[in-house]
């Protein structure tokens, strides 16, 4: 007798015929009540209504000259921009991402491990955590191009294989983002709702919607509907401020044609109770870059 291979129950259907809203089915916030943590319980609760929440200063301005010091060493590195973690603007041809900054740098795998970082992500998922992805947005100036509404979690449902909505992203700023520079921008409470997009993926969407999104796009009349219900926040603050928000936060970000760079770090932690199993809706698995398999916590 031959018996099927175990399969995770597909919460968040998505990529088929028609675009399908699924309401959410798991909490935001993870931890038992009370459990003690660096985010006041207050913070949490607006954390768990409106799917994020800011700080002013999450690291100091020495620190965040050290981590621009680092950016700089690796986007100016022939072997990195060489390299297919890097990604490069279509237009300008200079670095737009750069991917697993903590596998390829020691002071970003630092970052990572600080308790001001870690401590909040096993706070908001209840558990130990492990990096998902990394990622530097370089975002120069004078024309670097945005990134379309999207949910993340979208994606890494459909094409990494996270089974539930336990990862939560921190976008830390090592320039400032001014509300001219291409910041973030999140509808408040969005992450309540899962927006399953219409249209297959092709194999290795990856290349091509890391320079931008076609597959996993929400159509315009839910964004109007979204947006509509939501509004729209757009996130400013110092180098050194945070924002941290739940994968399934509809979110982006427009162009930055001021002279002033958006540099930002992304950390995508998920949950080791919520490991990647085969992607929901591609035919392949992206590379371990993009979305990780090496499932260690954070220590
Ligand atoms: O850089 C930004 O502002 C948004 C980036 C984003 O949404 C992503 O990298 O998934
Ligand atoms: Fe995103």
């Known amino acids: 007798m031959t018996t099927a291979p175990e399969r995770t129950a597909d919460l968040y259907p998505t990529r088929g015929a028609t675009e399908v809203a699924t309401p959410r089915m798991d909490p935001v916030v993870w931890s038992e009540p009370g459990t003690p943590g660096p ?85 908001i998922l209840g558990s130990d955590v492990y990096v998902h992805q990394s990622r530097i947005n370089v975002k120069p100036g004078f024309g670097a191009t945005g990134f379309y509404w999207h949910s993340d979690f979208e994606t890494w449902h459909a094409e990494d294989g996270l089974p539930a909505m336990r990862t939560v992203s921190v976008s830390i700023a090592l320039t400032r983002n001014y509300d001219t520079n291409g910041g973030l921008m999140i509808m408040p409470g969005s992450h309540k709702t899962f927006l399953g997009c219409a249209g297959e993926t092709p194999k290795d969407n990856y290349k091509q919607s890391l320079q931008m999104q076609d597959a996993g796009t929400p159509s315009d009349e839910s964004l109007a509907k979204f947006a509509d219900a939501h509004g729209i926040k757009l996130f400013t603050g110092e180098a050194g401020s945070a924002t941290w928000f739940d994968c399934n936060c509809m979110h982006g970000s427009g162009d930055n044609i001021t002279p002033y760079p958006r540099s930002n770090v992304f950390i995508v932690f998920n949950s080791v109770e919520n490991e990647a199993v085969e992607p929901f809706a591609a035919p392949v698995r992206r590379p371990e870059f993009i979305g990780a398999r090496d499932f260690t916590p954070v220590r």
């Open 39 to 123: 985010i006041e319980p207050a913070v949490l609760a607006e954390y768990e209504r409106d799917g994020f929440l800011a700080i002013d200063q999450l690291i100091t301005p020495d620190e965040v000259d050290m981590y621009s010091r680092e950016l700089e060493r690796l986007t100016t590195d022939a072997e990195i921009r060489a390299d297919e973690r890097s990604i490069i603007e279509p237009k300008s041809d200079e670095i737009r991402t750069v991917f697993e900054v903590h596998k390829i740098s020691e002071v970003f795998a630092d970052l990572v491990r600080d308790p001001r970082v870690v401590g909040r992500a096993r706070q």
